[in-house]
């Protein structure tokens, strides 16, 4: 089974790791076959999942759901939740409370976003109970409506070195690994190169220490929006669509469901029924 230990061995032997979010058992089991390093839990099921117009308004109960469900399902992979908005923001007790939730809902780990005082504290807390922290700088989704937007991160020298401080400190803190999104590819590099800890890039480029991204995104399934940064790997969506056309004209036809999809009685309960 892969741990926080199996992270930092890809990194210092200089292999990327290979991240997926999963929402639901059969995903998780099937990503879980492939080998996948880490599967997060994101809070990006909201939409994704929940069909919400953005990822403020799941709650922590709802997280705990896809999060067993997930855990049911995989079974080699590293399992991280991510900490929901306002489950983690009004005390440390309140998200040490949570990050403990969710470690007994399956996760092996939490993602908190951001850094200061309040969320060093709460990693240092997380840690010393037993809880890996896997941090998330640059564009923070919960923190959408304070930086103005879907903004690239890290495009100045200042930035990039505001964003190496802050991962530094959560490196200090114990997080074994950091969340770099949206924010171009040198800056993630100049990043990675000065940490001791990996980094996971979504829309950071290619030199983060590993690369996690939306697996509804990459597999065509979700359509309501397709980021830059996802390159899509099949279309599912057009797939189901097909099936889904396919089995309406056959149950109208009456083509479904044919002898190969029924069940007989026997014959001699046919004659009793005067069936022929």
């Known amino acids: 089974m892969k741990t926080i230990s199996t992270f930092q061995?890809?990194?210092?032997?200089?292999?990327?790791?290979?991240?997926l979010t999963a929402y639901d058992y059969s995903t998780a089991q099937v990503i879980d076959k492939s080998g996948i390093d880490g599967i997060l839990v994101g809070d990006s099921l909201a939409m994704v999942a929940l069909g919400y117009e953005n990822t403020y308004n799941i709650t922590i109960d709802e997280m705990l759901i896809f999060i067993k469900a997930v855990s049911?399902?995989?079974?080699?992979?590293?399992?991280?939740?991510?900490?929901?908005?306002?489950?983690?923001?009004?005390?440390?007790?309140?998200?040490?409370?949570?990050?403990?939730?969710?470690?007994?809902?399956?996760?092996?780990?939490?993602k908190l976003e951001g850094c200061n005082d309040y969320i060093l504290n709460l990693v240092k807390r997380c840690v010393e109970s037993g809880i890996p922290v896997l941090g998330h700088l640059g564009f923070t989704p919960q923190l959408m409506n304070t930086i103005g937007g879907h903004k690239i991160q890290g495009?100045?020298?200042?930035?990039i070195e505001s964003i190496l401080e802050s991962a530094k400190m959560l490196e200090e803190a114990g997080c074994f690994g950091i969340v770099l999104e949206l924010m171009p590819a040198e800056s993630a590099k100049y990043i990675t190169e000065n940490l001791k800890i990996p980094t996971i890039g979504i829309g950071a480029g290619k030199y983060c220490s590993g690369q996690i991204v939306v697996?509804?995104?990459?597999?065509?399934?979700?359509?309501?929006?397709?980021?830059?940064?996802?390159?899509?790997?099949?279309?599912?969506?057009?797939?189901?669509?097909?099936?889904?056309?396919?089995?309406?004209?056959?149950?109208?036809?009456?083509?479904?469901p044919s002898e190969k999809e029924s069940f007989e009685l026997n014959n001699e309960e046919k004659e009793k029924l005067n069936i022929k």
Do not use: C, W
């Open 155 to 159: 495009k100045t020298s200042d930035k």
């Open 9 to 19: 061995r890809l990194k210092d032997n200089n292999e990327k790791i290979a991240m």
């Open 72 to 110: 049911r399902g995989a079974k080699e992979s590293f399992i991280i939740g991510d900490m929901p908005f306002m489950s983690y923001n009004l005390s440390v007790e309140q998200g040490l409370e949570n990050a403990g939730k969710m470690i007994k809902a399956g996760a092996n780990a939490v």
């Open 215 to 256: 697996t509804d995104d990459i597999m065509g399934k979700f359509t309501d929006f397709t980021p830059k940064f996802v390159k899509k790997y099949e279309n599912l969506h057009d797939v189901v669509l097909k099936g889904v056309h396919s089995y309406i004209q056959e149950v109208k036809n009456e083509q479904f």
